[in-house]
C-alpha cells in the first residue's frame, strides 16, 4: 500500500508529547479490506412459503404462520409489496427477484411481472416490530410506517467513521470504538483537550488526504477527531472538525473549539460536532469545521514555507441547561 507519511506530536490534557507516524489516504489507492461485521435480521429460520403464492382467507392460524407465509426463499427476510410470483405460484420478494435473473428459484420457470395481490394485501395489514428490534426498538408499526420509520430509528446500527478507506463495517458504539482501535489502528485518548502538531515535507504534494487522528473519551462519550486535505474551488486547504459518536440529538449536548496559529497570527472555531450519522465527507464538503488555507498554514510554519508544521489545539465542553433560565451554561472538563 502506497502512503505518504505525516509526523504527528500529540499531546493531551498537558501531558508530554508522543511522536506518532500517522498514514495518509489518498483517493484511489489502495486500502486494506477489513471484515463485514454486520448483523442480519429475518422474521424466522425456516423456508415455509416456498410452494406457497396466494393465502387462502380464514385458515392462517396464527401471527406466526402470517410471517412464515410472508418469509421469502431467497434472502429469507420478510416480503412486502410488491411481491412477485411465478406462474406455479412461488414467490419471493422484489429485491430479490433482480438477484436471480429474473428465474423462479424454485422451479427454475421465468419470473415475468405477475405480482401476488393476496400476499400484499396480507403484508400490508400487518403491524410488524422494527428490523432493530433486537437492538432494543419497541416499537411495532402497520408497514408503510414501519418503513418510514426504520429509515431514522435511533437504534439501528451506525456506520464505520474511519475516513481513511470505505470501511462497510456497521455497529452500535461500543463495538465501533473497539473496531477503530483494533482493525484501524486508530489512537485512544482519554480527557477534554487535545495539542496536536502536525509536520509534513512537501506539504504541496499533498492534494486530497485524510487522516483521523484520534478518538477522544470524555463525559462518558467518543468523540472522532478529523484532519484533511482537499481542494476548495482552485485553492488548495486543511480541514480540522469533530465527530461525535452518538446521534445528533445527543451531540447538541456538547461543544468544541479548535484553535490554530504562529508568526503573531491565529485562527480559532468554535462549533458543535456533527455525529457521525454524517459521513465525514458530507461534513467535510459543508465546511463546518476550522479551513485553513494552504498559503496561510505556510505562514503558521514560518522557516522557508517548504515544510508545515501546524500546531492545533482544542477542547470539548458539555453544555448544562440553567434549570432557571434555560440557558445554556458551559461545564468544562477538568
Known amino acids: 500500500m502506497e502512503t505518504d507519511s505525516i509526523e504527528c506530536i500529540t499531546s493531551i490534557d498537558g501531558t508530554e508529547e508522543d511522536e506518532i507516524q500517522q498514514?495518509?489516504?489518498?483517493?484511489?489507492?489502495?486500502?486494506?479490506?477489513?471484515?463485514?461485521?454486520?448483523?442480519?435480521?429475518?422474521?424466522?429460520?425456516?423456508?415455509?412459503?416456498?410452494g406457497v403464492g396466494v393465502a387462502s382467507p380464514g385458515i392462517i392460524p396464527s401471527t406466526t404462520r402470517v410471517h412464515e407465509l410472508l418469509e421469502c426463499p431467497v434472502c429469507t427476510?420478510?416480503?412486502?409489496?410488491?411481491?412477485?410470483?411465478?406462474?406455479?405460484?412461488?414467490?419471493?420478494?422484489?429485491?430479490?427477484?433482480?438477484?436471480?435473473?429474473?428465474?423462479?428459484?424454485?422451479?427454475?420457470?421465468?419470473?415475468?411481472?405477475?405480482?401476488?395481490?393476496?400476499?400484499?394485501?396480507?403484508?400490508?395489514?400487518?403491524?410488524?416490530?422494527?428490523?432493530?428490534?433486537?437492538?432494543?426498538?419497541?416499537?411495532i408499526f402497520p408497514y408503510y410506517s414501519k418503513l418510514k420509520h426504520e429509515a431514522i430509528c435511533n437504534f439501528r446500527p451506525y456506520n464505520c467513521p474511519y475516513a481513511g478507506s470505505e470501511c462497510a463495517v456497521t455497529g452500535d458504539i461500543p463495538f465501533l470504538v473497539a473496531h477503530l482501535?483494533?482493525?484501524?489502528?486508530?489512537?485512544?485518548?482519554?480527557?477534554?483537550?487535545?495539542?496536536?502538531?502536525?509536520?509534513?515535507?512537501?506539504?504541496?504534494?499533498?492534494?486530497?488526504?485524510?487522516?483521523m487522528l484520534t478518538v477522544f473519551h470524555c463525559f462518558g462519550q467518543y468523540f472522532c477527531l478529523h484532519f484533511e486535505a482537499f481542494q476548495l474551488g482552485m485553492a488548495p486547504v486543511y480541514m480540522?472538525?469533530?465527530?461525535?459518536?452518538?446521534?445528533?440529538?445527543?451531540?447538541?449536548?456538547?461543544?468544541?473549539?479548535?484553535?490554530?496559529?504562529?508568526?503573531?497570527?491565529?485562527?480559532?472555531?468554535?462549533?458543535?460536532?456533527?455525529?457521525?450519522?454524517?459521513?465525514?465527507r458530507k461534513v467535510r464538503d459543508s465546511h463546518d469545521g476550522l479551513l485553513i488555507q494552504r498559503n496561510m498554514a505556510l505562514f503558521f510554519s514560518g522557516g522557508d514555507r517548504k515544510e508545515l508544521k501546524l500546531r492545533v489545539t482544542?477542547?470539548?465542553?458539555?453544555?448544562q441547561q440553567n434549570s432557571e433560565g434555560g440557558a445554556c451554561i458551559p461545564n468544562l472538563c477538568s
Not at 23 to 50: D, L, M, R
Not at 314 to 319: L, T
Open 23 to 50: 498514514s495518509i489516504h489518498h483517493p484511489g489507492s489502495h486500502h486494506h479490506h477489513h471484515p463485514h461485521h454486520q448483523q442480519q435480521f429475518s422474521s424466522s429460520k425456516g423456508h415455509a412459503n416456498n
Open 77 to 139: 427476510n420478510s416480503m412486502y409489496p410488491p411481491i412477485y410470483q411465478c406462474h406455479n405460484g412461488h414467490t419471493l420478494c422484489s429485491t430479490c427477484k433482480t438477484r436471480v435473473h429474473n428465474r423462479c428459484p424454485t422451479c427454475r420457470q421465468e419470473l415475468g411481472d405477475i405480482r401476488c395481490l393476496a400476499l400484499e394485501k396480507v403484508a400490508e395489514s400487518l403491524e410488524l416490530p422494527c428490523k432493530y428490534f433486537s437492538l432494543g426498538c419497541p416499537e
Open 181 to 211: 482501535r483494533d482493525d484501524h489502528k486508530v489512537d485512544m485518548h482519554s480527557g477534554c483537550t487535545f495539542n496536536h502538531r502536525y509536520v509534513k515535507s512537501n506539504p504541496r504534494e499533498v492534494e486530497n488526504a485524510t487522516w
Open 240 to 280: 480540522a472538525f469533530l465527530r461525535f459518536m452518538g446521534d445528533e440529538m445527543e451531540a447538541r449536548n456538547y461543544s468544541y473549539s479548535l484553535e490554530v496559529g504562529g508568526n503573531g497570527r491565529k485562527l480559532i472555531w468554535e462549533g458543535t460536532p456533527r455525529s457521525i450519522r454524517d459521513s465525514h
Open 314 to 319: 482544542g477542547r470539548i465542553w458539555k453544555e
